[in-house]
């Protein structure tokens, strides 16, 4: 019975290169979160997903970030042209529905920008 | 008004005393309150949570008081363990909203003493 999976676990990007970071929810899970936890804070959330749609992501900056939800495979974060201040965990939580509150969270990945 | 507010920082406890983590919010439309666990280099792992139709919610040595009129909340660990020496994390999320996104306070590190 896997819990949320997220990969790759450490993630080493240039400033400028494009960063994507995976998550598999559990299984049965169709709602997918992203939350980001800068050093020394507590989890920011991102982007909130359902298959194929995207539901709230009024916590994803404007520009250079994007997610999605596919039909099928993984839910991608995708970051794009990063800079320092991207250096950061990435989480991903999953749950049963909206109504089930519980949300799951994967191990995280740990964005590192040289 | 989405912020919730978390104390202390950090806290320090002697082996077998309380350690007592206090959260407080804005928003009159949160009806569900989780604490998280994390351990260095783990994902959050919910704790215990508590929905505002009831005052204290008890799980074996954790234990959530709510104040729905101070609109304040706050974890409880009884007979502390070394084990228990993580960051704490309080959340809050609107059951009835669009999304269930949830808004973290910014953690309090527990060590506890041997």
């Known amino acids: 019975n896997a819990g949320v999976m997220q990969n790759p676990r450490h993630l080493v990007r240039r400033r400028g290169q494009e960063a994507r970071l995976r998550c598999s929810p559990m299984k049965g899970h169709s709602h997918v979160y992203w939350y980001r936890q800068l050093p020394e804070e507590g989890l920011k959330f991102m982007v909130y997903l359902q298959k194929e749609n995207i539901i709230d992501e009024s916590g994803m900056p404007k520009e250079r970030f994007s997610a999605e939800f596919p039909k099928e495979g993984p839910s991608i974060l995708r970051i794009q042209q990063v800079v320092r201040g991207d250096s950061a965990a990435y989480f991903c939580?999953?749950?049963?529905?909206?109504?089930?509150?519980?949300?799951?969270f994967g191990p995280g990945t740990r964005l590192t920008v040289l | 008004q989405q912020q919730v507010k978390q104390s202390p920082q950090s806290l320090i406890v002697q082996k077998g005393g309380i350690s007592i983590i206090n959260c407080a919010y804005e928003?009159?439309?949160?009806?569900?309150f989780p604490w998280y666990q994390q351990f260095p280099g783990k994902g959050p792992a919910l704790l215990i949570a508590i929905r505002p139709d009831v005052s204290e919610k008890k799980e074996g040595r954790f234990t959530i008081s709510f104040n729905k009129s101070a609109k304040q909340f706050s974890l409880h660990i009884m007979d502390s363990q070394p084990g228990d020496s993580a960051t704490y994390f309080c959340a809050a999320s609107n059951y009835g909203g669009a999304t269930n996104k949830l808004i973290f306070g910014t953690g309090t590190l527990l060590a506890v003493q041997p």
């Open positions: 939580a999953s749950s049963l529905d909206r109504v089930a509150n519980e949300q799951f």
């Open positions: 928003n009159t439309a949160f009806d569900y």
